[in-house]
């Protein structure tokens, strides 16, 4: 079983030292057989959705623009469940995806993209689910511009 460091701080007052926790864990005969980074990818975002609007040349397709904190993107999204005021996970031009998938400016279907709104499964967390429904939506407690994986 795999269980996030964040949430685990949920229930401590303050936030513990992973290797501390798991020395706790294993004497109280719980044995924790590893820890590593769920994700280790550089350069993520979380961005605002602040608008969106239908692809003209595509009927799945959202141009939305994206406030990431220190500038506005426009991404061309796929996603079923994009919508406007949400909170993002956005990789930037220029991050790499598991898969060495790298992210940069393209025209698609002749809109500009420059960047991408990701999936659980597209950051490598989850796998890639015919149940999964899009894009993964934070709380609305995130911190445009901060990296999501320290949500």
Avoid: T
Wanted: net charge negative; with cysteine.
């Amino acid at each position: 079983m795999k269980i996030s460091l964040n949430w685990l701080n949920q229930y401590f007052s303050q936030d513990i030292d992973p290797k501390i926790l798991v020395k706790k864990f294993n004497l109280m005969s719980q044995e924790v057989a590893g820890l590593k980074k769920l994700v280790d990818i550089d350069g993520l975002v979380i961005g605002h959705v602040k608008s969106l609007k239908k692809h003209e040349d595509a009927d799945k397709l959202s141009v939305c623009i994206v406030d990431v904190g220190d500038e506005e993107l426009q991404i061309i999204c796929g996603a079923p469940n994009v919508a406007e005021n949400q909170k993002v996970i956005v990789a930037k031009s220029g991050v790499v995806l598991p898969g060495n998938f790298k992210i940069k400016k393209a025209k698609i279907r002749g809109v500009e993209s420059n960047g991408m709104i990701c999936s659980l499964a597209e950051l490598g967390i989850q796998e890639f689910d015919s149940s999964e429904k899009g894009i993964y939506v934070l709380g609305d407690d995130a911190l445009v511009g901060k990296d999501p994986l320290e949500y």
